[in-house]
């Protein structure tokens, strides 16, 4: 293994692993000795809610950790990480309109999802030319019974699985400059967390009033924040045995800087189209 530095920039929702039990996928951007951008990359399995405290990453942050190329993953941007080896270098902040993650993230930027396929990738990062609408959907409530089975398994750490089966998935549906339409979900921890934490703090009496507010805040956030403040850009990656399938996991949004914000009617109108 080789010690690398890698700028983290998404962590998807964990997933239920029969190895294992439970995985984080995390994006990440290869720098150089000097910090400069290289490429993406893709860290993978990572047992992240096991990690030591002091190794658990956060978005944004700048890690050194000992990386190597993926056997059993034949994508290129594909490793996986010696977990003790982590260290975290230092955070990449929001100031002037997130000008040093801009520096870091546009510079590897597609032009579409064609253009990742074509070039052979698996993972990048696009910006929409519009968007036709966010969505939700209602998905399961429990984790099946070969998953469940996997989380009610003794763990060798004897750190027990409180993980939660989020019960709606979200998305976009938007067209790139191609002229392409694309319906995605988002598989972004921070978006199942904010579903969840704005459902744990709601102070409504009844459950569904609980979820239905934080379905709404979501929404809010994802329609109408993100779509009149934000500019905004998809962190796509597709699925190690189905290449041709991509899905968003993560979303990069600088904000609009305020001399050139519209006023929220007028950027629906150059945004926003039915479906």
């Avoid at 996928?25 to 000097?34: K, P, R, V």
Wanted: proline fraction near 4%; charge should be positive; glycine fraction near 4%.
């Amino acid at each position: 293994m080789e010690r690398r530095k890698i700028l983290i920039v998404a962590k998807t929702y964990p997933s239920i692993s029969t190895k294992y039990r439970e995985t984080v996928c995390t994006a990440g951007i290869l720098l150089d000795d000097n910090e400069q951008s290289l490429e993406w990359v893709r860290i993978y399995p990572v047992r992240f809610r096991q990690l030591d405290f002091d190794k658990r990453y956060p978005r944004w942050s700048i890690i050194s950790a000992k990386i190597e190329k993926n056997d059993k993953d034949s994508r290129l941007e594909s490793y996986r990480i010696d977990d003790s080896s982590i260290e975290i270098v230092r955070s990449i902040g929001t100031h002037d309109n997130w000008s040093e993650r801009k520096s870091f993230v546009l510079p590897l930027e597609f032009e579409s999802i064609q253009s990742i396929k074509d070039q052979g990738k698996s993972l990048g990062i696009i910006k929409p030319k519009s968007i036709v609408k966010y969505y939700y959907k209602k998905d399961k409530r429990e984790w099946g019974d070969k998953q469940q089975g996997i989380l009610d398994q003794p763990d060798f750490f004897e750190i027990p699985s409180d993980l939660e089966k989020i019960p709606y998935k979200f998305g976009y549906e938007f067209i790139e400059n191609n002229q392409v339409k694309h319906k995605y979900s988002i598989s972004d921890w921070e978006i199942s967390e904010l579903y969840r934490k704005c459902r744990d703090q709601s102070k409504k009496y009844l459950f569904e009033e609980r979820e239905a507010e934080a379905l709404e805040k979501v929404r809010e956030k994802l329609e109408v924040d993100f779509l009149n403040k934000k500019d905004l850009y998809f962190i796509v990656g597709n699925l190690k045995d189905h290449r041709q399938t991509f899905m968003i996991i993560g979303l990069f949004y600088p904000p609009i800087p305020k001399n050139n914000q519209r006023s929220e009617s007028s950027y629906q109108q150059l945004t926003l189209f039915d479906s």
